[in-house]
């Protein structure tokens, strides 16, 4: 650690708020607001309030709850902002902006956008994630995309829609000012109604933009690859607008067209109908270089590219763009020609730290591969190198995977990749026998097994692939950081996927609604559940984790079990008599970092949801208090009225904890 960094992490542990003077570029939240969904516009998910200390956490207590029961709230994905001196976030399907009291919980506003048949299509109703907030003219301004890809601006007092802002819809019900028409401005023939036709394709929103130097930065996200069984869809562009007129000012293509860089990776027209490559993760940003991070995933059809041959560009990338132009500054590529559903999960985490003696502004990014990928974030230069490796081929027909994928020599990989019979459950030699029993009907390899057609000449089951669907890193475990100490803390967990390819007419077969026109010749059938003996985890523990990260060395520094040992394992009859060390839940971890202590959400050993206190240096846990309820996707924590206030997402309610 730098000089610089010792003595703001001195300065934290006293429990003293500090200022950005103190800490320097990326410095998380400042005098006690939350202003972005991860804490600060790098994402860091940090707070400098102190407060809230190892020697009151058990003094913590119900402060208040909000019920969106009334919203038909239910995900429990959206992590509120705290800024202007009130909170504001997004409830339920229709996705309400809600202004909240952050003293008492009491709705102060609430907004609904009128309906429409292209809201009616959206997957991700619930999964808002947040809004976005900025002060225009010295005014709050609650920014939000929603399901049905509308761009709203809201006076943050009042709630009412933002005059001056955008331009009238014509559907009954919409405001006059206030809006803005996302659909307009990706170039495709749609009804503002029902949207873009679905032979067409289709696009939709899950997270908020972002709000950098007067621009609104817009992602958006499409159909899950996993439902599709046609190879047309339309590209997640990223779009600008003017943050006080709503006027466009750019669109990147994340689909390079002719003569753009990238073009030469789509090798055959796909890229003229192939679609996806949203962005459906949140963005971060550096406001102080003009220049956004964009996280994507992957193009049309997961599991399944034969009719895309090549790399295929922006897909499952980081793409730093320049804010004011929507120019592309750098990009890395962190999985080509992604079939695995590796699409980047979460929003890039912004640091800034000392490598071999040099000051660096670093971007990381967690992938559900388990790896950090970590670059200069103003050059897009690697922090440590980065290895392109041979990887196996695929045994699908028509499928031409790159025979090498990007594989960084630091930091390690945080949780397990690929699978080994020692990464198997060894309690007893009875359990780990069992467990290679049950494995031996799938195709195991390493990072980057391909899936198998159900058909395949190996006469197996299907092929398992891990981390899988929900290993490693995914949407409910953002990672979170100390801009003081320059350390990222991610929570993953173990999980490997083993999905079936077929003929893509028997899925298409499936499908109610299908986007695009061409059936696949193959498209992902489901899944073939591997199941450990016993109803016992299949693999060794522990089943989840918490990995702190120097990103100034790249080395791991501890790593504890995220909440407790399950009861279903402890008390299990084959391990009667047994010592069983903690385990972690199986859960990954909700996750706040302040000025003293790693705070995160995790569950006892019979699911009831508790609350963790950390120490950020060792690990150590220092309190443990049971939570009112189960906390999902994020966490927050602001200064309101001098009181430090932690928000847990506990599903269709927010539960704000407190010191008496």
């Known amino acids: 650690m730098t000089p610089h960094g010792r003595y703001a992490a001195a300065l934290a542990a006293a429990g003293i708020l500090l200022s950005p003077a103190v800490l320097g570029a990326q410095t998380g939240t400042e005098d006690g607001r939350w202003s972005?969904?991860?804490?600060?516009?790098?994402?860091?998910?940090?707070?400098?309030?102190?407060?809230?200390?190892?020697?009151?956490?058990?003094?913590?207590?119900?402060?208040?709850?909000?019920?969106?029961?009334?919203?038909?709230?239910?995900?429990?994905?959206?992590?509120?902002?705290?800024?202007?001196?009130?909170?504001?976030?997004?409830?339920?399907?229709?996705?309400?902006?809600?202004?909240?009291?952050?003293?008492?919980?009491?709705?102060?506003?609430?907004?609904?956008?009128?309906?429409?048949?292209?809201?009616?299509?959206?997957?991700?109703?619930?999964?808002?994630?947040?809004?976005?907030?900025?002060?225009?003219?010295?005014?709050?301004?609650?920014?939000?995309?929603t399901p049905a890809f509308f761009l709203h601006a809201l006076d943050a007092e009042t709630g009412r829609p933002l005059e001056g802002f955008g331009r009238a819809v014509p559907v009954d019900g919409f405001p006059e000012t206030g809006v803005v028409d996302l659909l307009a401005d990706l170039g495709h023939d749609y009804d503002v109604y029902d949207g873009v036709p679905l032979e067409v394709g289709y696009i939709t929103a899950s997270s908020p933009p972002i709000v950098v130097d007067g621009v609104v930065v817009v992602g958006n996200s499409a159909e899950q690859g996993y439902n599709q069984s046609r190879v047309e869809n339309i590209p997640g562009d990223i779009l600008g607008y003017d943050a006080r007129t709503g006027e466009f000012l750019w669109k990147f293509n994340v689909i390079p067209r002719?003569?753009?860089?990238?073009?030469?990776?789509?090798?055959?027209?796909?890229?003229?109908?192939?679609?996806?490559?949203?962005?459906?993760?949140?963005?971060?940003?550096?406001?102080?270089?003009?220049?956004?991070?964009?996280?994507?995933?992957?193009?049309?059809?997961?599991?399944?590219?034969?009719?895309?041959?090549?790399?295929?560009?922006?897909?499952?990338?980081?793409?730093?763009?320049?804010?004011?132009?929507?120019?592309?500054?750098?990009?890395?590529?962190?999985?080509?020609?992604?079939?695995?559903?590796?699409?980047?999960?979460?929003?890039?985490?912004?640091?800034?730290?000392?490598?071999?003696?040099?000051?660096?502004?670093?971007?990381?990014?967690?992938?559900?591969?388990?790896?950090?990928?970590?670059?200069?974030?103003?050059?897009?230069?690697?922090?440590?190198?980065?290895?392109?490796?041979?990887?196996?081929?695929?045994?699908?027909?028509?499928?031409?995977?790159s025979e090498t994928q990007p594989f960084p020599t630091r930091p390690a990989p945080f949780d397990m990749q690929g699978l080994t019979d020692d990464d198997l459950i060894d309690f007893t030699p009875e359990l780990r026998e069992r467990a290679l029993q049950l494995v031996e009907a799938f195709q195991t390899g390493p990072l980057f097994n391909p899936p198998l057609h159900r058909d395949n000449d190996l006469g197996k089951r299907a092929a398992l692939w891990c981390p899988g669907d929900v290993g490693g890193t995914n949407i409910d475990g953002p990672a979170a950081a100390d801009p003081a100490t320059g350390i990222l803390y991610v929570t993953s967990r173990k999980g490997c996927t083993a999905r079936i390819i077929v003929p893509g007419a028997e899925r298409d077969a499936r499908e109610d609604a299908p986007t695009g026109r061409t059936v696949a010749d193959f498209a992902v059938g489901g899944g073939a559940p591997v199941r450990g003996p016993d109803g016992l985890p299949l693999y060794r523990p522990p089943y989840s984790r918490i990995t702190a990260i120097d990103m100034n060395t790249g080395d791991h520094l501890w790593w504890v079990p995220v909440g407790e040992t399950p009861d279903r394992v402890t008390n299990h009859p084959d391990l009667e008599g047994m010592d069983i060390p903690n385990t972690g839940s199986g859960n990954v971890a909700p996750m706040t970092v302040t000025a003293t202590l790693l705070i995160y959400a995790g569950a006892a050993g019979d699911g009831s949801p508790r609350l963790y206190a950390i120490d950020k240096a060792t690990g150590e846990r220092l309190g443990a208090i049971d939570a009112p309820a189960a906390s999902r996707y994020g966490m927050m924590t602001y200064v309101h009225g001098g009181r430090q206030y932690v928000v847990l997402q506990t599903a269709r309610t927010l539960t704000a904890m407190a010191l008496p």
Do not use: C
Not at 49 to 68: H, T
Not at 105 to 111: F, K, M, Q, R
Not at 289 to 308: E, H, S, W
Not at 373 to 384: I, Q, S, V
């Open 258 to 401: 002719p003569g753009e860089f990238g073009h030469e990776t789509w090798e055959n027209d796909a890229w003229q109908w192939t679609g996806d490559v949203s962005s459906w993760a949140p963005m971060a940003a550096d406001p102080e270089r003009g220049i956004v991070y964009i996280p994507t995933n992957g193009a049309t059809l997961d599991f399944y590219g034969g009719f895309r041959p090549g790399d295929n560009l922006f897909s499952t990338s980081l793409i730093a763009l320049d804010v004011r132009t929507g120019e592309r500054v750098w990009h890395y590529q962190l999985v080509h020609h992604d079939i695995w559903n590796y699409d980047t999960p979460t929003a890039p985490v912004l640091l800034d730290v000392t490598v071999d003696g040099r000051e660096v502004p670093a971007v990381v990014q967690a992938t559900k591969q388990a790896f950090a990928y970590a670059f200069d974030r103003e050059t897009g230069e690697p922090l440590w190198p980065i290895e392109e490796r041979p990887v196996p081929a695929s045994r699908v027909p028509g499928e031409r995977l």
């Open 36 to 145: 972005y969904i991860g804490g600060d516009a790098a994402h860091t998910r940090y707070s400098p309030a102190g407060q809230i200390r190892a020697s009151n956490f058990a003094d913590l207590q119900e402060a208040w709850v909000w019920d969106g029961a009334s919203f038909d709230a239910a995900s429990g994905r959206s992590t509120p902002v705290y800024a202007g001196g009130r909170l504001y976030t997004v409830a339920g399907p229709r996705r309400h902006v809600v202004a909240i009291d952050p003293a008492t919980g009491e709705t102060l506003w609430s907004y609904r956008e009128p309906h429409t048949a292209r809201w009616e299509y959206s997957m991700r109703q619930d999964y808002g994630k947040g809004v976005a907030y900025a002060e225009i003219d010295g005014r709050g301004v609650v920014y939000i995309t």
